[in-house]
């Protein structure tokens, strides 16, 4: 039982667009957002579990094979990482950084609580929240002291 569910997952993460992590690119997609139906690496496995489970529920594909079934391989086979990053990254500013480009543990945890929890790129508009409007124009520098400062 547990050996075909195994080589079931497998079958779902060589489909196109699941080989790599949907936030990161990783190649290790040894975990899976069932509410979501996509993968994702651990590292980022580690951020959807801090972000709670209303957001993300989070399962091994590896250890917790007792929760797939035929529902959720479907759900699978349906939306898939391809499907994720089209719905959840519609609109994201080409400014904005993404664990792809910088692989910081809070540049993952921003952009995975920006993404799920804010949905800020999923904005029909295309309209991306900005700071407040007396920051705009500011640029700040963090000085020798620890201290930010208006450049």
């Not at 709670?52 to 959720?72: A, I, P």
Request: net charge positive; glycine share 6%; charged share 30%.
């Amino acid at each position: 039982m547990t050996s075909k569910v195994l080589a079931k997952i497998k079958e779902l993460q060589n489909l196109e667009g699941n080989a790599k992590c949907t936030d990161c690119d990783s190649e290790d997609v040894s975990w899976a957002v069932i509410n979501h139906g996509f993968f994702v690496c651990v590292q980022c496995a580690g951020a959807h579990r801090h972000i709670g489970v209303e957001y993300s529920q989070v399962r091994s594909t590896e250890l917790d094979v007792g929760c797939w079934d035929e529902k959720l391989f479907t759900e699978f086979r349906i939306k898939g990482n391809k499907l994720a990053r089209k719905k959840f990254e519609k609109h994201v500013p080409a400014y904005f950084m993404t664990p792809r480009e910088c692989p910081n543990p809070l540049v993952r945890k921003y952009w995975i609580e920006t993404k799920y929890v804010a949905k800020q790129f999923e904005n029909e508009a295309g309209k991306v929240l900005m700071p407040e409007q007396a920051m705009l124009g500011w640029l700040m520098k963090c000085n020798d002291a620890g201290r930010w400062q208006k450049r």
